[in-house]
């Protein structure tokens, strides 16, 4: 990751903006014409110049190329088409690879309809790398080993682990949102729990996670927090970080966390499902950190039950990805889905808190 000092967040302020590789420039709000695309995640491969979308009803994968407006299906063996799993979590490690969150859809039915009674915490997880430049899947981690351990250990079931972060060694970290636990995986797709709490709660609470140097950063809405872990340990110690100004008595949405690098890992974004995106920044590496404020969500997406769920860049544009769960099936088809370019909200957001601070 990059080291931001004051100058430089000073430069960023008159508008001075990272470079972020050799794709030509794109902005705007657009929109994907996929049939049945209902992406929950999605990643910008900025060496080929994609975007990564995920199906989440289909269980599968789209490269979209914003430029010229094509795609291509990524099928993943054995997960994609099989009504037991769902992709909710895309995300690039800046060294070549691809991760997917291939989750189990009837983990999240109580959330998405509203119905308690449809929680079932028993399905299949799976974490995916995929090879950008071989174009071809490198390992699939299978985690129900590890939510069987933790169940005959504890007597807890932990699922839902739908996001993904990864450390320059190529270990990817993923969070559990039902249990936060996080599992380690190794460069060869050997998972280990790395981080467990002493009371395992089975509430959503941590949908989102981040690399930030030698940290990995979860968001927590119970408390509300950011949590920070040191991905030197051996095992995760997690440091509570309320970040001052957050809204007192959080009501809203946890879903994923994104550090646009625009930024040089001093701002992220929290998707929150029924309000937009909360945008955080910190001055001293997340030691401490301060809420900046909401980039609401599309008035008319919001009208027709959206959902943030998510946030990517591509290039320096940042974009909004707009959710709609289907409550039941069959799903209702559609074509169009709108990718809504926020960066202008975020910008003022975070321009105030340097002119603050300047």
Request: some cysteine; proline content about 5%.
């Amino acid at each position: 990751m990059y080291t931001l000092t004051f100058a430089f967040l000073a430069l960023l302020s008159s508008g001075y903006t990272v470079p972020t590789g050799s794709c030509p420039p794109f902005q705007g709000t657009f929109n994907v014409s996929v049939l049945d695309l209902y992406p929950e995640s999605a990643d910008w491969d900025p060496v080929h110049c994609k975007i990564y979308f995920g199906l989440y009803y289909n269980a599968s994968v789209v490269v979209y190329d914003p430029y010229r407006q094509t795609s291509e299906l990524i099928t993943i063996p054995g997960i994609t088409g099989n009504s037991d799993y769902t992709v909710t979590g895309i995300d690039y490690d800046g060294m070549g690879s691809m991760y997917f969150a291939a989750t189990s859809l009837t983990a999240f039915q109580a959330t998405t309809s509203g119905n308690a009674s449809l929680a079932n915490f028993t399905g299949p997880n799976s974490i995916i790398r995929y090879d950008t430049n071989a174009r071809k899947i490198s390992w699939v981690s299978d985690l129900v080993p590890i939510h069987n351990e933790i169940l005959q250990r504890t007597g807890k079931l932990v699922t839902g682990f739908q996001d993904m972060a990864e450390d320059n060694q190529g270990n990817s970290f993923v969070i559990g949102s039902f249990g936060s636990v996080i599992v380690k995986i190794d460069r060869k797709g050997t998972p280990r729990v790395w981080y467990e709490p002493k009371n395992i709660n089975d509430t959503l609470a941590s949908g989102g996670i981040i690399s930030s140097g030698n940290k990995i950063i979860i968001n927590d809405k119970l408390y509300p927090a950011l949590v920070t872990f040191n991905t030197d340990d051996y095992y995760g110690a997690p440091v509570y970080v309320h970040p001052e100004g957050f809204p007192a008595n959080y009501s809203g949405g946890t879903d994923a966390l994104v550090a646009p690098s625009v930024y040089s890992g001093r701002v992220v974004l929290w998707s929150d499902d029924f309000y937009g995106t909360r945008v955080i920044g910190t001055r001293n590496n997340w030691e401490t950190a301060e809420y900046l404020g909401l980039a609401p969500m599309d008035s008319s997406l919001q009208s027709r039950g959206g959902f943030t769920t998510d946030s990517f860049a591509v290039g320096n544009t940042i974009y909004s990805l707009t959710e709609f769960f289907q409550t039941t099936t069959p799903i209702k088809t559609t074509k169009e889905f709108t990718m809504v370019d926020m960066t202008e909200q975020v910008d003022q957001l975070v321009r105030a808190w340097l002119v603050k601070y300047a």
